[in-house]
């Protein structure tokens, strides 16, 4: 790869000319590239040192102390975990919140059937996950073809539907949850109203770009014969779409199960709102168990949506953020 | 062209080749129908489960028109304490947002030791005396007495006025109300605004206009011996005591910081151990394996664990922040890259590699290449949405404006703060997807969305 650095030696004229312009284009571009680098090594530090004071631990005092409060999370013993897990009673028990494993059990049919807290505060994230995807996603089906530029939607119409989708991507979920949750107390409501809206917004996004990577032709036919707008969006787009739909709407599901862990932690309930306390109070045996629960659960979605996504539009990679 | 006529054993022959067509599985004919109704089952049941129509009864949905009146409004609240001798006397709330000795133009004194106040116009106003109270709705005068320690509702009073345990309240739609009690009147008056946004009362500049501002800080009088004008006032807004912007631009700064360095960092490591990760350029299973199952291992623990882990172990602060999106996206990014390593091309690889290049210019010439758009594409939408992102995290305290929206919610009271927030965090999303989409289209090509 290297140049001839003789630079003229043995050429003709014209060549020389046109060697010396491509070394003068080389030097140019590594000049610039090298620039954008070093400004961003200079914009990096600045950052670093931005982020490092305004932190209350500085970097390079708590490196060494980082993983220090892990002391305070060994577990009496690995079963406490599996207790913890399970709602088990605790030989450790000493009346405190630290073993009190029993008390989060939540009965079924009587006294004989009990779904252990951590699970039922994962069900509760989980319905929450799931429930804003489906109705975020039923609305996002509904703006989507409103907001795509090739179905004859009047154009100010399309730009004020565009609008309001991004307004839905970018405002903040806390704020969301915080507005329902001045008027009905915080709780799962809020965390659902937040995420729904939120996916309405990121879906809407998505589908409205597959919408107008649609064949058009099946459209033209059904113009044709004299469809109307909904005839043809139902019968010419719809089919075209589903498949990448779908797989975009698993891939929502994904992203709002982590979603709704994190609003879970700021008051929207669920699994994240326990975890938050537990490792908050240094309880080890708690935080492991959710932390194992947390982490199956997500790996079991994303290997079941996984699993589908690729039954369905086989190993295209739809693997955008948010 | 002459219209298709069938036989009917045009139409046997036609069943008989493609029954597939004429008689599709139940699936096939119900599917679509048979999801929705599942959902729409699933629905039903979070309804219950989460015990949403209760809740929904139990809101507290009259508050809910103020909260949102005062993301873009204010209000002064006066109250006029009737004093034994027949006169009246005025008091402001704590910190009133008027300053220390107001005097606007919709508080008149009238004669006779009444006080007078307008709400928009002179067709809606109040006048008020210890003997008796006055209001005027729309034009129309209502009188309002006191007997017995309590003040009495009109006759002939319109919906606009309530009575409620000897208090008499009008209500002057957005621009406030009156609730008149036999010891005195407490006013509410709403204007649309952010008030003393620039500066507080206690500021010398507040109250300026802008071109009395502008005068104060070229030309006038040094108000500070030891600063100038203009960075006292630049110091004055900073610190501004019910807008903070100081504070606010600060937290804001560092949720930016945290979005910034953390996708770089991730970016920066995923990229080297995705080709270590990848099949077709690490040919050891071991090593695959143990990169792959590293990835999925820091993108599956979700980012609020890595950020309450990294909160304990950094302190609250964007450290945390940074640290939580570097892990987690590490993950992500190096799943992504070495499955985008793994779908190239290998011809060029063997082209590069066919003329005696080293390993590392095989994969700097042969692989890169190919890869770049999408790790380019990638690791900027994964910026744009951890700026998003960012805002959440931070609210379980590690780091950046999230947690001060949370403050700002808890206590109800300063939504007009909230609105201020969210709409810095909207116009940062708005510039940094522009950015992110200009960066995209310069470094790939316009062609990848």
């Given at each position: ?10 050429l003709s004229?014209a060549t ?5 312009h491509?070394?003068?284009?080389l ?12 400004g961003?090594a200079?914009?990096?530090?600045f950052?670093?040192l931005?982020?490092n004071n305004a932190?209350?631990?500085?970097f ?9 409060f892990i002391?305070?999370f ?5 079963f406490?975990?599996v207790?913890?897990?399970f709602?088990l009673?605790?030989p450790?028990a000493d009346g405190s919140?630290k073993?009190?494993y029993?008390?989060?059990r939540?009965?079924l049919?009587g006294?004989g ?7 039922y505060?994962?069900?509760?994230t989980?319905n929450?996950a799931f429930a804003s995807?489906l ?11 409103v907001?795509?530029?090739n179905?004859g939607?009047?154009?100010?119409l ?11 991507r ?11 949750a001045?008027?009905?107390s915080?709780g799962?409501i809020?965390?659902?109203f937040a995420v729904?809206?939120?996916t309405?917004?990121?879906?809407g996004?998505?589908?409205?770009e597959?919408?107008e990577n649609?064949?058009m032709?099946p459209?033209?036919?059904l ?11 139902r019968f010419?787009i719809?089919?075209?779409?589903m498949p ?14 982590r979603a ?6 700021v008051?929207?309930?669920?699994i994240?709102?326990?975890f938050?306390?537990?490792i908050?109070?240094d309880?080890?045996a708690k ?16 290997q079941?949506s996984g699993?589908?996504?690729?039954r369905l539009v086989?190993?295209?990679?739809f693997?955008f953020?948010? | 062209?002459s219209?298709i006529?069938l ?6 022959r ?8 004429f008689?599709?599985?139940l699936?096939?004919r119900?599917?679509?129908?048979m999801l929705?109704?599942g ?7 979070c309804?219950s489960?989460f015990?949403v ?8 949905w ?10 873009i409004?204010?209000?002064?609240q006066?109250?006029?304490?009737f ?6 006397e005025i008091e402001?709330?704590?910190f ?5 000795n107001?005097?606007p133009?919709?508080?008149t004194a009238?004669?006779g030791?009444?006080?007078?106040v307008?709400f928009g ?5 109040i006048?008020i005396a210890?003997?008796?109270?006055i ?7 209502y009188d309002?007495a006191?007997a017995?320690?309590a003040a009495?509702?009109?006759?002939d ?6 009575e409620?345990?000897g ?6 739609g957005?621009?406030?109300?009156a ?5 005195q009147?407490l006013?509410r008056?709403r204007?649309?605004?952010w008030?003393?946004?620039w500066?507080?009362?206690t500021?010398?500049?507040w109250g300026?206009g ?7 800080v070229t030309?006038?009088?040094?108000i500070?011996?030891d600063q ?5 006032a630049?110091?004055?807004?900073l610190?501004?005591s ?5 504070d ?5 700064l560092?949720?930016?910081v945290m979005?910034f360095?953390g996708?770089l960092f991730a ?5 080297p151990l995705?080709f270590?990760a990848?099949r077709n ?7 695959n394996?143990l990169?792959?199952r590293f990835?999925?291992?820091t993108r599956?623990?979700d980012?609020?664990?890595w950020?309450?882990v990294?909160?304990?172990g ?9 640290a939580?999106i570097f892990?987690?996206?590490t993950?992500?990014?190096g ?6 390593i ?5 011809k060029q690889r063997?082209?590069?590699?066919s003329v005696g290049a080293?390993?590392a210019?095989?994969n700097?010439f042969?692989v890169?290449p190919?890869?770049?758009?999408v790790v380019i594409s990638?690791?900027l939408y994964f ?8 805002t959440i995290i931070?609210a379980?305290g590690?780091?950046?404006i999230?947690?001060k929206l949370?403050e700002?919610m808890?206590?109800?009271?300063d939504?007009e703060n909230v ?5 810095l965090i909207?116009?940062v ?10 960066l995209?289209?310069?470094?790939i090509g316009?062609?990848?969305h």
């Amino acid at each position: 790869m290297a140049d001839m650095t003789s630079g003229g030696s043995g050429l003709s004229a014209a060549t020389g000319t046109i060697h010396r312009h491509y070394r003068q284009l080389l030097m140019t571009r590594r000049l610039y590239s090298l620039l954008a680098v070093a400004g961003l090594a200079v914009v990096l530090v600045f950052a670093l040192l931005f982020a490092n004071n305004a932190s209350s631990g500085k970097f390079l005092d708590r490196l060494p102390y980082l993983f220090d409060f892990i002391k305070n999370f060994v577990p009496d013993d690995p079963f406490e975990i599996v207790r913890a897990m399970f709602d088990l009673p605790s030989p450790y028990a000493d009346g405190s919140f630290k073993y009190d494993y029993e008390v989060g059990r939540h009965y079924l049919f009587g006294t004989g059937f009990y779904i252990p807290e951590y699970f039922y505060e994962m069900l509760v994230t989980l319905n929450i996950a799931f429930a804003s995807t489906l109705i975020g996603g039923l609305f996002a089906f509904l703006f989507c073809f409103v907001a795509a530029s090739n179905l004859g939607v009047a154009a100010p119409l399309r730009w004020l539907m565009r609008r309001l989708l991004e307004l839905m991507r970018a405002f903040p979920e806390i704020v969301l949850a915080g507005m329902l949750a001045a008027v009905l107390s915080l709780g799962p409501i809020a965390a659902i109203f937040a995420v729904s809206v939120h996916t309405v917004g990121a879906l809407g996004k998505m589908f409205f770009e597959v919408v107008e990577n649609a064949d058009m032709k099946p459209d033209d036919g059904l113009r044709a014969v004299g469809a109307n707008w909904f005839e043809r969006v139902r019968f010419a787009i719809v089919p075209q779409v589903m498949p990448n739909f779908v797989s975009y709407f698993l891939l929502r599901t994904e992203i709002n199960v982590r979603a709704s862990t994190i609003i879970g932690a700021v008051g929207g309930g669920g699994i994240g709102e326990v975890f938050r306390q537990s490792i908050g109070r240094d309880h080890a045996a708690k935080t492991y168990a959710i932390v194992i629960l947390l982490f199956l659960t997500i790996v079991a979605i994303d290997q079941l949506s996984g699993w589908l996504r690729r039954r369905l539009v086989g190993n295209a990679a739809f693997q955008f953020g948010a | 062209m002459s219209a298709i006529a069938l036989t009917a054993a045009d139409r046997t022959r036609l069943r008989k080749m493609h029954p597939e067509l004429f008689a599709p599985g139940l699936f096939k004919r119900w599917g679509g129908l048979m999801l929705l109704a599942g959902a729409l089952a699933y629905l039903v049941y979070c309804w219950s489960f989460f015990e949403v129509g209760p809740k929904l009864a139990e809101g507290k949905w009259e508050r809910a028109s103020v909260y949102m009146a005062d993301w873009i409004s204010w209000e002064a609240q006066p109250r006029y304490r009737f004093q034994p001798d027949g006169t009246l006397e005025i008091e402001h709330q704590r910190f009133s947002p008027l300053g220390e000795n107001p005097d606007p133009d919709w508080m008149t004194a009238l004669p006779g030791g009444r006080e007078e106040v307008t709400f928009g116009d002179q067709s809606n106003r109040i006048e008020i005396a210890t003997t008796g109270v006055i209001a005027v709705l729309g034009g129309v005068p209502y009188d309002i007495a006191f007997a017995d320690e309590a003040a009495i509702l009109p006759a002939d009073a319109p919906a606009a006025m309530s009575e409620k345990n000897g208090r008499v309240t009008v209500d002057y739609g957005f621009a406030g109300s009156a609730e008149i009690r036999a010891t005195q009147v407490l006013v509410r008056r709403r204007f649309l605004g952010w008030e003393n946004f620039w500066f507080d009362t206690t500021s010398p500049f507040w109250g300026m206009g802008l071109p009395e501002l502008w005068t104060s800080v070229t030309t006038g009088p040094q108000i500070s011996p030891d600063q100038s004008n203009l960075s006292l006032a630049w110091n004055e807004f900073l610190t501004n005591s019910e807008w903070q912007h100081g504070d606010v631009l600060n937290k804001l700064l560092q949720t930016i910081v945290m979005a910034f360095v953390g996708t770089l960092f991730a970016a920066t490591l995923a990229f080297p151990l995705a080709f270590i990760a990848a099949r077709n350029v690490t040919n050891s299973r071991p090593a695959n394996w143990l990169t792959k199952r590293f990835f999925d291992f820091t993108r599956s623990v979700d980012m609020l664990i890595w950020a309450l882990v990294f909160t304990r172990g950094f302190g609250p602060g964007p450290l945390a922040g940074i640290a939580a999106i570097f892990v987690t996206d590490t993950g992500t990014f190096g799943k992504l890259y070495s499955e985008a390593i793994e779908n190239i091309d290998d011809k060029q690889r063997e082209g590069v590699r066919s003329v005696g290049a080293s390993a590392a210019d095989v994969n700097r010439f042969g692989v890169v290449p190919q890869i770049a758009p999408v790790v380019i594409s990638q690791t900027l939408y994964f910026w744009e949405a951890n700026i998003r992102g960012a805002t959440i995290i931070g609210a379980v305290g590690a780091g950046g404006i999230g947690l001060k929206l949370l403050e700002a919610m808890r206590t109800n009271q300063d939504w007009e703060n909230v609105a201020y927030m969210v709409l810095l965090i909207l116009i940062v999303v708005f510039i940094f997807d522009n950015l992110s989409a200009a960066l995209r289209s310069r470094l790939i090509g316009p062609t990848v969305h």
